[in-house]
């Protein structure tokens, strides 16, 4: 089964095609960063209408790097939610006219369901049950996966996302954008024990990061002067460390309490060189399996939409031209 994969969710229009669910035949993604760079973050208008420019030419190419007509395509699997309404119908619109079109069946994806399943794209993809952690901008999360769509909750943030707290440390320090990529590359510079941030609720499986960021908001007022040059790497380097601590530390507690050798690490934050790091040394220690996809495949990508779409089909599973955007979708209930 080919299937055409489509994503929209947020900044990033992408397409991509993909065979039986595990060989990635092309994978395009356009950029928005240029564009939300100077606000400092995602503008939900600017986010729609660069979706609307780029939505064509990015299935075009996508079918082209597959050396593929939509003739070939056998279904289209598209992002649902959660994610930007806005966004999310450029993409939606696009997949339902398409598929009615060439009258092929369609599938509405969940975008967290999508990241957990990269991981069935690598070369060595883990067999179920596993624990998973969904880290990025908008979700910080913590499941048992016993296979697609069955998911167990065991730990989610109470508040901030680590994605988010990455980029508003950044947006504090003034030091670019996107944060999570522009922390990471000055951190490889810095003394990750110069400065003390706290690690939130550490007794719990879930997250809180909203102190984190009071934190370092009051380290800067309470400095006389700014940071100098020398000093931002330092930050970062501590900033990002406290971050990776709760994820690693949390994400490998919970696999042992579940009994799971195998744990999965996805999401936009899955592609920090440190967590990734962090997870393989700390992991290992412990006996614990850590499959992590390439960074191109952590980040928004349709790739992944299309192998949960892949497996959905295969199942009879098919989605109506009344197929609507969600702007939040659980992936999972609490145990």
Not at 223 to 245: K, L, N, T
Not at 256 to 285: H, Y
Request: charged share 20%; hydrophobic share 45%; net charge negative.
């Amino acid at each position: 089964m080919v299937i055409l994969g489509i994503e929209s969710s947020c900044d990033e229009t992408a397409a991509a095609v993909v065979r039986d669910g595990n060989l990635l035949l092309s994978n395009v993604i356009a950029s928005q960063i240029k564009d939300h760079a100077k606000f400092g973050g995602v503008v939900p208008e600017i986010a729609s209408r660069k979706h609307i420019e780029a939505i064509v030419p990015v299935i075009l190419q996508a079918l082209a790097d597959a050396d593929l007509t939509l003739e070939e395509i056998d279904g289209i699997a598209v992002t649902k939610g959660p994610g930007l309404i806005g966004s999310l119908l450029v993409g939606l619109s696009a997949a339902k006219a398409l598929a009615f079109a060439r009258r092929l069946p369609l599938a509405g994806v969940n975008h967290l369901e999508g990241h957990i399943a990269a991981v069935f794209l690598t070369e060595h993809p883990p067999e179920f049950p596993f624990v998973a952690l969904v880290v990025s901008g908008g979700h910080t999360t913590i499941y048992r996966v016993e296979d697609f769509q069955r998911f167990t909750v065991l730990g989610q943030t109470r508040d901030d996302a680590a994605g988010e707290a990455f980029d508003k440390a950044a947006k504090l320090l003034e030091i670019g954008y996107p944060g999570g990529v522009v922390i990471d590359r000055l951190a490889k510079q810095g003394n990750r024990r110069a400065f003390s941030f706290p690690r939130g609720m550490r007794n719990s499986m879930d997250f809180s990061f909203s102190g984190l960021k009071t934190s370092l908001l009051t380290l800067l007022r309470k400095r006389a002067a700014p940071f100098e040059a020398g000093e931002i790497p330092d930050v970062a380097a501590s900033y990002q460390e406290a971050i990776c601590d709760v994820l690693v530390e949390k994400t490998l507690r919970a696999a042992a309490e579940v009994s799971a050798g195998r744990v999965v690490i996805c999401g936009g934050v899955a592609a920090n060189s440190r967590l990734r790091e962090r997870f393989r040394g700390d992991a290992s220690a412990m006996g614990i399996e850590v499959f992590i996809p390439p960074p191109v495949l952590c980040t928004d990508n349709a790739a992944m939409i299309a192998v949960v779409g892949t497996h959905r089909l295969e199942s009879g599973q098919r989605d109506g031209w009344d197929l609507n955007a969600v702007s939040r979708w659980p992936l999972a209930a609490q145990p």
